[in-house]
């Protein structure tokens, strides 16, 4: 125990505000913006609060910063799965399955991302900022298509309504899959078949 709290006492300042963003994810994925304690996210980060508070000026500092590192790490990790196909059926096919492998990984995913009524402000502009770039980066699946509603004037604009519509159904089916313990692969494929007659008629591909 000293000398874990000896390491933890060396560790650079970067070091240290890792350690926070990792407990702090894992509070605010358990108990919400409102039940997490910063006090615990300090403890289970092997810091007092005076250093915790260095770091991060406010609950909602902390909590705006992890939606949003939460954010970025989540599009890296299904635009990088989605480059390796280029037929329009296969890249989505592994932004979903990307999308739920990461959600069983991290349960915390989807609270940390979809926003919490009652939380800081700042939060809740983190996790309007996560949703828009969720949106046009699964619109953006849709657009790269050519033949995706071919000569429409309002191509890009109905691409971002059923992105929309779309991450709907992929957050419904994750609380499915946390529910009844079903997996990325089963989720896929059910999210697949629901999706797959619309996106052939819209992008002429039946």
Known sequence: MGDTLERRRRL?????????IKAGAEEFGRHGHRGARMEDIARAAGVTKAVLYDHFPSKGALHA???????????AAIAAATLAHTEPRERFRAAMRTSFELIAERPDL???????PGAAA???KAS??????ARKAMAALYLFEPRFLAGRP????RA?????AVIGLVNALAALGVEKGLSPEYLTELGM??????MATMAGMA
């Open 193 to 198: 078949e629901i999706l797959d007659p619309g």
């Open 110 to 116: 989807r609270m940390l991302l979809l926003g919490e």
């Open 12 to 20: 650079k300042p970067e070091q240290r505000r890792e350690l926070i």
């Open 65 to 75: 910063e992890i939606v949003t590192r939460a954010s970025e790490d989540a599009l």
């Open 122 to 124: 700042e939060v809740t």
């Open 160 to 164: 971002e309504h059923i992105a929309l």
């Open 128 to 133: 309007t900022r996560a949703q828009r770039q």
């Open 154 to 157: 309002d191509r890009e604009e």
